[in-house]
């Protein structure tokens, strides 16, 4: 009689716990958190999930308090904010729009969750889609778009919008609010440097974050005081990077020197002393530097390998495929002297990471895949470029801040990304090994969740070989 009364007593208990449990769709439990922001690790946590938000991590203890409609146990494996690649292009034209879609899968499959658009020519297709992921009737990462790019009249690319007085900067800034784009991204092919300075104060002044490539004709120092966000391609800071920058900027300014002239003096006078003085005055503006290393070194070092044999070209259409030979057609007509400098060139550029890193200066990790930069993968590249930051210089520990932190810092969305904790978007990536012991950790993705929505391995590996057979029918 005892023992039924107890069980009685064990039931009706039971059943009040799990009418008050606080319910929830996921939880991810046995694996240990890394917190990338304090480079650590916290062991004994779970992460809760509802809808497509965190509900809450907690001490496994006190994981009785939820009810979920999924619980999964990753003992041995290691959790990280999803990943965020802060420099990638969709474009190539109307008729690659298919291509450029298939590259969304890629991106989810390789654990990056959010990505920054840095403007192509499908500027109207890209904030669409950024539309349909957020409502969920597609599957890709979080976009966050530029929306057309601002240039100087007659550019050199496509889907831009020319501008060559403050008032038609200011009607393009304001056109890139009316579409609701994220940040505005400026290019210097052939805008004016008073007007590319201007349009710089004017996103300012707007609360628009602006990301730009440094003019030819403007100093690191101007182009920051003027509101610069964040400077796109690090090779640019060499010009930064040697006594003679105002003298060289002046002579471009005023025509005497060209751009490439100008960058092989600045390569030719580096001196480490002046890169890290002007680093640290970088960092006192707040203007962050997106690398996209991995690239410029894929390009730097074309004479020695072709990619002809890359396992990832399966991933590729046809028609983005041939968007990378014009840089390999150009980079074919060089000669010995001229190889020589892109060796150089790319050399003394990684040896700037580590000075930008200890001057203070964010590091955003952006890798500029999609059209027409050469073997620059979706997906596999922003991998690569954490890899190449820890070549150059960096921590296992810097390089993962770059890819989790900053990118949301740089947008001002660090209340909904960069950490596992209650109330941040439920973007998730679950690893079989420690990725602050090891960048390639990062590689061995075992899931990823998008907000809120798990896709384990199985469904992972299914989503590449649907985007491979797909290409394979092109």
């Keep these: 009689m005892k023992r039924l009364f107890m069980a009685v007593i064990a039931a009706w208990a039971g059943g009040i716990a799990a009418a008050s449990a606080i319910p929830a769709d996921l939880i991810l439990r046995d694996a240990t958190v890394v917190d990338v922001a304090a480079g650590r ?20 203890k006190q994981l009785n308090r939820y009810k979920a409609k999924q619980t999964v146990s ?32 890629l991106y989810l499959a390789h654990g990056i969750t959010t990505v920054r658009d840095c403007a192509g020519d499908l500027s109207d297709t890209v904030l669409q889609w950024r539309d349909e992921i957020a409502a969920k009737t597609l599957l890709g990462p979080t976009i966050f778009a530029s929306g057309a790019k601002l240039e100087g009249y007659k550019p050199l690319w496509k889907g831009t919008q020319e501008v060559g007085t403050p008032a038609e900067v200011g009607q393009a800034l304001d056109k890139l609010r009316k579409d609701r784009a994220d940040f505005v991204k400026i290019t210097e092919n052939t805008m004016r440097a008073e007007i590319y300075l201007d349009a710089l104060r004017q996103a300012k002044a707007r609360g628009l974050p602006s990301s730009a490539h440094l003019h030819g004709a403007v100093t690191l120092d101007q182009a920051a005081e003027a509101g610069l966000g964040t400077l796109e391609h690090l090779n640019y800071l060499l010009r930064a990077a040697t006594p003679k920058e105002a003298e060289l900027t002046s002579q471009v300014a005023a025509g005497t020197l060209t751009a490439r002239s100008a960058a092989e003096q600045s390569l030719a006078t580096f001196d480490e002393a002046t890169a890290r003085a002007a680093f640290k005055r970088l960092a006192s503006h707040g203007t962050a530097v997106v690398p996209t ?45 001229a190889i020589a400098y892109r060796h150089a060139s790319y050399e003394k550029t990684a040896r700037l990471l580590p000075l930008l890193a200890e001057a203070g200066v ?39 801040r770059s890819a989790v932190v900053a990118g949301p810092r740089f947008l001002g969305k660090l209340d909904d990304y960069g950490a596992l904790a209650e109330g941040k978007t439920a973007d998730i990536v679950v690893l079989k090994a420690n990725p602050l012991q090891d960048i390639a950790a990062t590689r061995q993705i075992d899931a990823v969740v998008t907000r809120g929505r798990l896709l384990d391995r199985q469904h992972l590996d299914a989503m590449l070989a649907g985007v491979r057979d797909w290409v394979a029918t092109q």
Excluded: C
Aim: without cysteine; aromatic residues 8%; glycine residues 10%.
């Design 362 to 400: 964010e590091i955003v990790a952006g890798t500029d895949a999609g059209f027409l930069n050469s073997f620059d993968y979706p997906g596999q590249a922003l991998h690569d470029e954490m890899a190449v930051y820890v070549r150059s210089g960096l921590t296992p520990a810097q390089a993962l």
């Design 74 to 105: 990753l003992q041995g494996r290691y959790l990280i904010p999803g990943l965020w690649d802060s420099h990638i292009h969709f474009g190539g034209g109307e008729a690659l729009i298919e291509e450029n879609r298939h590259l969304l899968p």
């Design 41 to 60: 690790l916290v062991t004994g946590q779970a992460v809760v999930t509802r809808g497509e938000r965190i509900l809450a991590v907690v001490d496994a």
């Design 293 to 337: 290393l991995s690239v410029i070194r894929i390009t730097a070092y074309l004479d020695q390998d072709d990619h002809a044999n890359d396992d990832y070209l399966k991933y590729i259409g046809p028609k983005l495929r041939q968007t990378y030979d014009w840089r390999v057609k150009r980079a074919a007509l060089d000669g010995p002297d």
